[in-house]
């Protein structure tokens, strides 16, 4: 079955540090990857997503994600962090195959020190 | 309105009890989406309607689970005889259609405790 992988759960970093959270996902097909995020009590929001062309993508607040096919990972980056990044981060899959199904990881809690 | 909006935003249930979960997508919105999360995983995917009909209901955990939707509008997830398993925050989202690369917009969620 189709499966997403967070493998950190929570993630505390200081302010200005780098920050990259893990996201694998298991299908052979072609995928479209989107990372939400959702911050104290708000709801979720897209942060960014890929669907084809340059594997590089560049989201909102300063998050870009790469793509690598090969490893089957879609890894969200930021180089320097900020208070106000604390929030919930969600890698998701959907199969280009199955237009409804979007499959979510478990999630990542980012706690940024002040 | 502006954004999905889900009613009631918090529901308190006895067991055995039926709930009603409402959700209001983003107008002309015809795609709406019905997920489930429990305490400390992600989203569990439930039920999806193009326009009224729902081509995919393989989410829903068993035959207690219900969900129909009016139209391109307001759609109601309806749990039957509630378990403690079913509590948990249910999440609405809608996207402009069904096709693939299409962003969801989510709700507030309702988070519904089973006694």
């Known amino acids: 079955a189709q499966s997403v992988s967070q493998h950190n759960h929570h993630v505390i970093l200081s302010e200005a540090a780098s920050l990259e959270l893990g996201c694998n996902y298991s299908?052979?097909?072609?995928?479209?990857l989107f990372w939400y995020v959702q911050y104290p009590g708000q709801h979720l929001q897209l942060l960014l997503k890929?669907?084809?062309?340059?594997?590089l993508v560049k989201g909102i607040k300063g998050f870009e994600a790469e793509f690598i096919k090969s490893k089957f990972s879609f890894n969200l980056r930021k180089p320097s962090v900020q208070w106000s990044d604390t929030a919930e981060y969600f890698c998701a899959v959907n199969l280009y195959s199955s237009a409804s199904k979007i499959i979510f990881g478990s999630g990542t809690r980012l706690s940024i020190r002040p | 309105g502006a954004g999905v909006s889900q009613s009631p935003s918090n529901k308190v249930t006895e067991k055995g009890k039926d709930v009603e979960l409402r959700c209001d997508p983003i107008?002309?919105?015809?795609?709406l989406y019905w997920y489930r999360q429990r305490l400390g995983q992600g989203l569990e995917f439930l039920i999806y309607f193009q326009g009224n009909s729902a081509p995919d209901k393989s989410g829903l955990p068993s035959d207690r689970f219900s969900a129909e939707r009016t139209g391109e509008s307001v759609s109601t997830l309806t749990i039957q005889r509630t378990q403690q398993e079913d509590s948990a925050v249910y999440l609405c989202a809608s996207s402009g259609t069904y096709r693939t690369r299409e962003a969801q917009y989510f709700g507030p969620g309702t988070r519904l405790l089973v006694l």
């Open positions: 299908y052979g097909g072609t995928v479209n």
């Open positions: 890929y669907f084809s062309g340059d594997p």
């Open positions: 107008s002309g919105h015809t795609a």
